[in-house]
């Protein structure tokens, strides 16, 4: 999730219908830039090299949100449109193992294309390291760079958090491993101490 205050304005952003290596384009409405979702960044218009900032998320269940935060607010499906917000149109294609792009994914033996990975970048290095075993594990220590990590896994809420040696917390993006691995294409992949 990104913050739309973008040094010291607010911005508006949409999606702009267009992918590069599989991964969203998003634009903003003031400027027209087109902002890279892995990269956080513009990368074409008046805003390129703009960073944009992150606030912590997860993908979780409803239970465990709502155990979590009670006072949560849900929106209405009395929307004014007739769409079926029972079906996620989506659905087909997280069950396919395969991206679409098949062209870009240039992964290993018994790498799976849309397994899920936290992607950490530290400066310019940047590592996959795979949901499921961080969840099974709750914690994991790694080098990304130069820079000591420790991935932590919580339970209640789903999410992974990443902490430098120093203590300092580093926003990892969960995505699918070959949109990771399209966007950073000299990125490794976690598989174990």
Request: zero cysteines.
């Amino acid at each position: 999730m990104y913050a739309r205050k973008v040094e010291g304005k607010i911005y508006t952003f949409g999606v702009s219908g267009l992918l590069y290596r599989s991964n969203v384009l998003m634009y903003d409405h003031q400027t027209e830039s087109l902002w890279l979702q892995v990269k956080r960044r513009a990368v074409t218009g008046p805003m390129t090299g703009t960073k944009l900032a992150t606030f912590p998320s997860t993908i979780t269940t409803w239970g465990k949100w709502k155990k979590k935060h009670p006072g949560t607010t849900v929106l209405s499906f009395k929307t004014g449109y007739s769409r079926n917000y029972d079906r996620d149109p989506y659905e087909s294609y997280y069950r396919e193992r395969r991206g679409m792009f098949r062209s870009f994914f240039k992964g290993g033996p018994g790498e799976e294309e849309k397994e899920i990975v936290a992607g950490v970048q530290v400066g310019d290095s940047a590592k996959a390291f795979p949901a499921e075993l961080v969840r099974q594990r709750k914690k994991l220590t790694d080098i990304v760079g130069a820079q000591k990590v420790t991935l932590s896994y919580d339970d209640s809420t789903d999410q992974i958090s990443v902490r430098t040696e120093r203590g300092e917390e580093i926003e990892p993006i969960v995505v699918y491993w070959f949109v990771w691995k399209g966007i950073h294409p000299d990125t490794t992949r976690y598989t174990g101490p």
